[in-house]
């Protein structure tokens, strides 16, 4: 059973890349799809890829959190309780909350909260890199 304990480790990973995918999506389509002649089917194409990453976005992280609460259950049962892990789980949480609360109340309006949003999700990443660099310590 605690081999599993990886594997959802690397699902959570999943999830969160699928979620993170929603800001490179659209910088890519300012940068250079946005430009292109707007018959291009290119351009078409790419923007019903953007639509899903953007519209789906929440479930992505949903998913990541379910993967988390696995993952959290099984290590606790067969290893330890990772501080490093905790950090990173705390940090997910915090921003699923966020984005809840960018999403639904603040109805995706920009502002402040996007911008913290954007940066609890890059310390997120680091608190992830580090969890894994110390082999879940
Ligand atoms: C965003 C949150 C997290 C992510 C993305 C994550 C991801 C991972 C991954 C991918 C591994 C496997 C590393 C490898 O193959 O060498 C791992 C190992 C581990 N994680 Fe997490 N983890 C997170 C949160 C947590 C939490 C909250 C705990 C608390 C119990 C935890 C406990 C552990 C432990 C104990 C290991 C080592 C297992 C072993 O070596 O047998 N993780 N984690
Ligand atoms: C693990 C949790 C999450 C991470 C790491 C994350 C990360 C991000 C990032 C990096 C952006 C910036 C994209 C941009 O600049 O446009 C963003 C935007 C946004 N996020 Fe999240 N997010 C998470 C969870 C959620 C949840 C649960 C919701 C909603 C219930 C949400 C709602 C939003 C909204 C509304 C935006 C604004 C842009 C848009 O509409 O896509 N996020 N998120």
Redesign the pocket.
Known sequence: MSEYGSFFGWLIIGG?VL??M??PV?WIYRKWISGMDRESGFRRAYLVFQKLI?RY??FF??F??LMLIIHLAIQLQYRWLSVTGLIAAIL?AA??F???Y???IRK?K?SAW?YV??S??VL?VLAVIFHIAMRGR
């Open positions: 969160l979620t993170l929603n800001y659209k953007v976005h929440r992280a949903a990541a959190t997910m921003n699923g966020l984005g809840g960018g999403h639904y995706k920009p996007l949003h954007r609890i999700a997120a």
